[in-house]
């Protein structure tokens, strides 16, 4: 009988300490929060809030109500570099994109053997990581489309039979159609989340074991989701409570490591802009590229930091998905429980022939 999700959660603490702790190796662990790190396993532990950050509002009446350090900049040119930004931060993300495919993959290797090499998988796995990567850019356009139609579909009624010329007048329907959009739009996250979550934990395992396609791995999967549905059903319940709780602790870490971080930061940070100030540098396309790079320096090294203290979560949920998957996936139980090598044969000498006993001398005659 396959195991439970429930009893997986044993299995995969008792694989995380021996993978991290029986020994404690340092190299291995530092190499586990850069594969973590560009999988994007970080966010099995928790996430990004956005709705609580606001940019600023001031009306901007005049160049003069800019505040000093702000008022030389050339506005043309602070708009060529926000495209460029624009433009860069896209092609990283496609770039990003593509390497956490294939680092999927070595992290998945990683879980598997015990053991991180990243060189050695990054060679190796370009394959199925290509295949992945064209997946989720299918997923991309197909989430970005599903929340267009979303949108687009409610607004343009809403539009053409004038309930938005005169909202006052129809606050009853806005408020009831606003109330259902609500809740289908938070249906189609539900499921686009879960289907990102099962292809990661149980389509990733097969395109590594048997060189398919994310598609096909999928038409391999349902038929095992639908024997087994409430199993999966509990798998992601246990997924997203586990997934509250090492959020919350590796939060309260991240909280503690930044206000480490930040107070040196900021005053260094303070000290150079001082300083710039007195050796007579203004803002320009010099000064905002190099304060942009410095930026994307330090974050990278404070995300590191954090993949650093959030590898026990790195190793962990990989180790829970391939523990639930194993008993219902021969392949990975193979991969993940390998036959004990066969005891060597020692070769049998073949038996001399039989010989018989020498006869007793005959007795000499007397005489």
């Known amino acids: 009988m396959p195991i439970s999700a429930i009893d997986t959660v044993t299995l995969a603490f008792e694989h995380t300490k021996q993978q991290l702790f029986k020994p404690f190796r340092f190299w291995q662990w530092t190499r586990l929060a850069v594969v973590g790190l560009l999988a994007g396993e970080l966010g099995s532990g928790g996430g990004f809030n956005g709705s609580n950050f606001h940019f600023p509002r001031h009306p ?7 505040s000093p350090g702000l008022a030389g900049i050339n506005l043309a040119l602070l708009g060529s570099l926000i495209a460029v930004v624009v433009i860069t931060a896209f092609a990283l993300g496609i770039i990003l994109m593509y390497i956490s495919s294939v680092m999927r993959f070595v992290l998945f290797d990683s879980i598997i053997a015990k053991e991180c090499h990243i060189s050695r998988g990054w060679s190796q796995r370009q394959g199925p990581g290509w295949r992945y990567f064209l997946w989720k850019l299918l997923y991309l356009f197909v989430t970005i489309a599903g929340l267009v139609v979303l949108v687009g579909i409610p607004a343009a009624f809403a539009f053409a039979v004038g309930w938005l010329k005169e909202p006052k007048e129809h606050v009853i329907p806005l408020v009831l159609g606003g109330i259902v959009l609500f809740f289908v739009f938070l249906i189609f996250l539900l499921a686009i989340s879960v289907i990102f979550v099962l292809t990661k934990d149980f389509v990733v395992p097969q395109m590594a074991l048997e060189d398919i396609g994310a598609i096909e791995g999928w038409s391999r999967l349902w038929p095992m989701i639908k024997d087994e549905m409430g199993a999966y059903a509990v798998y992601i319940g246990m997924k997203i409570l586990m997934a509250i709780g090492a959020g919350i602790v590796i939060g309260i870490a991240t909280l503690i490591l930044g206000l480490f971080i930040a107070i040196p930061t900021v005053g260094l940070s303070i000290l150079a802009v001082l300083t710039g100030k007195t050796a007579g540098l203004t803002w320009n396309a010099y000064t905002i590229t190099l304060a942009v790079v410095v930026g994307s ?36 139980s193979v991969a993940l429980y390998p036959p004990a090598p066969a005891a060597p044969q020692i070769p049998q000498r073949a038996a001399p022939p039989y010989e018989p006993p020498p006869l007793p001398p005959t007795a000499e005659p007397i005489g």
């Open 60 to 66: 901007v009446t005049s160049p003069h109500s800019l």
């Open 297 to 332: 320096v330090l974050l990278a090294g404070f995300l590191y930091l954090i993949a650093l203290i959030s590898v026990p979560v790195i190793v962990f949920f990989p180790a829970y998905s391939i523990y639930f998957f194993a008993a219902r996936y021969p392949a990975l």
